[in-house]
């Protein structure tokens, strides 16, 4: 059974920083590509960053030069580490993953081609 589980968000004063972790549990995480996407309630899911089975990464264009994504294939681990976070950053963050390759060689930022989703970790930057 895929399973993923969301760690590290908070509560943090803009400016301040946070390292999501995302942990894969029950299937070859190394072959997948992952995202990143947040939610705020009554807002549309946003997608925040892909890393693809090649490392590849793909970043929301508002959010580039903040946010890094990054994952430990050793560990089955993906990360998002995020800096210079602004009060517009507080949301419930989400990690998903896919296997297929249509979506992992795309790069898509759209949450809703990823099949396996955690449960998601709140972040609250206060200013």
């Known amino acids: 059974q895929v399973q993923l589980v969301e760690s590290g968000g908070g509560s943090v004063q803009a400016g301040g920083s946070l390292r999501l972790s995302c942990a894969v549990f029950?299937?070859?995480?190394?072959?997948?590509?992952m995202i990143w996407f947040r939610q705020v309630p009554g807002k549309e899911r946003e997608g925040v960053a892909t890393?693809?089975?090649?490392?590849?990464?793909r970043f929301a264009d508002s959010l580039k030069g903040r946010f890094t994504i990054s994952k430990d294939n050793a560990k089955n681990t993906l990360y998002l580490q995020m800096n210079s976070l602004k009060p517009e950053d507080t949301a419930m963050y989400y990690c998903?993953?896919?296997?297929?390759?249509?979506?992992?060689?795309?790069?898509?930022?759209?949450?809703?081609?990823?099949?396996?989703w955690g449960q998601g970790t709140q972040v609250t930057v206060s200013s």
């Open positions: 029950g299937y070859a995480y190394s072959d997948s590509c």
């Open positions: 890393v693809n089975q090649y490392s590849i990464t």
């Open positions: 998903a993953a896919e296997t297929r390759l249509s979506v992992c060689n795309s790069g898509s930022l759209d949450p809703d081609e990823y099949r396996y």
